[in-house]
């Protein structure tokens, strides 16, 4: 292996946030983990993200090969919609970082949009290779949800970012298709890795002991995990539950977002209450990456209801506990959830049919058994350590300038 120093830029949401506040997701979990696979086989790992309320500019070392670098970009407090009027501030910073530290990268790694900006720069000022992941695709999105909207500037930037880079990670040939497609990206230059899992964590615990521990009382459990936002279409799990069999006996739990302060999450607390379910619906609110196994283990199945999503994190980590899924038909879930076998692809954006794959699910013991099992063996070859080893082999190829494999 070639490669010896990576930067991974990660402007706008900082890879120690936790999963399911604000904008922290699945993205925060990818960069995350696949820097603790770097450094476990002795990549040094220089992570760069803007200042935030919970780290002003300073150098986090998070082991002896990570360190988390927050350097200013913008007011703490600015709007995620204000944040690309200070991409040309964080890029500034970053130079004199790499600069007053005689820095030397072998790979500047950037994910999303506002970070590719700011990478395909370091990468021409400093001779340095530089891969995208982009996590979300702006067409993509605009294409799956009536009124979504997003800026001129991200749709040009993605389309430079793909032309330009040495290297396009896609997390699935869904995406990998819409790069060529809608942007008109060379094909020869993107690649498939797709995302993975922690198995070590996130893996079948006892479900009797997870319900004791969370309170649950012999209802059928349903459960969601992520980010609540629009795009997230909870709305469709709210309406599906309340057309389902039985639904008292039913418990949903709703695990991620800000209880406190986003909209989002008291729009759907009143559609509970419109639809007369919100003495079974329960908003948990963020919930620490390691107790995620437990409510994994205590559900009968997760729901995935997404307009969009480029892979699908939570989808395989519930995979990984042995909990089948339902989910639609979108992105690249349908690389992770195999239709008939751990869980349901719902290609069509109806309440009843939701309804109806939940209830088979529910109130067929067999059915989850089997599921469960091929839930499991499903996420078994995804762990992250497969991940990075994936991303480093392409690291290496882009800096020996040979031609990454076709697929």
Known sequence: MNVAHVALISFHTC?????GEGKAGGMNVYVRELSRCFS??????????RCHADHKAAVAQVDENIRVIHLDGGPID?????YARYLGEFLDNMVGFIDSNS???DVVHSHYWLSAWIGQRVSKARNVAHCVTFHTLAQLKVQAKAGESESSMRFEVERESMASADLVVASSPHEREAMVRFYDAPRDRIQVVPCGVDLSLFRPLDIGESRKKLGLNGEKVIIYVGRVEPIKGLDLLLRSTAIMEGREALKVLIVGGNLSQEEEVQKLKDLADELGIASITEFIGIVDQKHLPMY?????VCVVPSHYESFGLAALESLACGTPVVATRVGGLPAVVQHGRNGYLMPWRCPEPFANSMEVILYSEGLQRS???EARKRAEGMG???VAQETLQLYDLVCQG???PKE
């Open 15 to 19: 890879p120690l946030a936790s999963p």
């Open 40 to 49: 476990s086989v002795g990549v040094k790992v220089d992570l760069y993200t």
């Open 78 to 82: 600015a709007p995620l919609s204000s």
């Open 103 to 105: 820095l030397r990268y």
């Open 296 to 300: 994994y283990s205590a559900a009968d």
């Open 371 to 373: 599921m469960s099992v």
């Open 384 to 386: 992250w350590e497969n």
């Open 402 to 404: 040979v031609p990454v």
